[in-house]
């Protein structure tokens, strides 16, 4: 059972950290400043006027974006990036109200199950003669 109970901890524990929700529209670098959370899109390459599907347009996240001496900067967990505004093609900003409900939501949903599981191993494991 302190098994159980430790394993639901830490499981709720990484769960309120996993979920992000970003806003469905995108905005200007401008708009993103100092508003947390941050999700860049880059452009597709364009070759010969044909637009080169493969690879995908990648993404990045940031923490928050800042702007120094004219240059937008991505600031993440490790370091930050200078963002080469010729290539972005979107930026969404974190949307937090979403991404707690979306979170207690899962929590909520996980949490029993969890409990069963364990509780099912404890039953499996019992001895239940008198």
Same mark, same amino acid.
Not at 109 to 130: E, H, K, M, T
């Given at each position: 059972?302190?098994?159980?109970?430790?394993?639901?901890?830490?499981?709720?524990?990484?769960?309120?950290?996993?979920?992000?929700?970003?806003?469905?529209?995108?905005?200007?670098?401008? &708009?993103? /400043?100092?508003?947390?959370?941050? =999700?860049?899109?880059?452009?597709? &390459?364009? %070759?010969?006027?044909?637009?080169?599907?493969?690879?995908?347009?990648? &993404?990045h996240t940031?923490?928050?974006?800042e702007l120094?001496?004219?240059?937008?900067?991505?600031?993440?967990?490790?370091?930050?990036?200078?963002?080469?505004?010729?290539?972005?093609?979107?930026?969404?900003? %974190?949307?937090?109200? =979403?991404?707690?409900?979306?979170?207690?939501?899962?929590?909520?949903? /996980?949490?029993?199950?969890?409990? /069963?599981?364990?509780?099912?191993?404890?039953? %499996?494991?019992?001895?239940?003669?008198?």
């Open positions: 059972m302190k098994k159980t109970i430790i394993s639901i901890f830490f499981l709720v524990t990484i769960l309120f950290q996993s979920c992000v929700v970003y806003q469905k529209s995108s905005v200007s670098l401008d &708009e993103s /400043l100092n508003k947390g959370k941050t =999700k860049i899109i880059d452009k597709h &390459e364009i %070759r010969n006027g044909l637009k080169v599907i493969s690879p995908p347009p990648k &993404e940031f923490k928050n974006i120094i001496n004219g240059v937008y900067y991505g600031v993440s967990a490790k370091d930050t990036i200078a963002i080469d505004t010729t290539v972005v093609a979107s930026v969404y900003l %974190r949307d937090i109200k =979403k991404s707690n409900i979306s979170t207690i939501i899962l929590v909520a949903a /996980l949490v029993p199950v969890v409990v /069963l599981i364990g509780a099912a191993i404890s039953l %499996r494991n019992a001895d239940f003669s008198f």
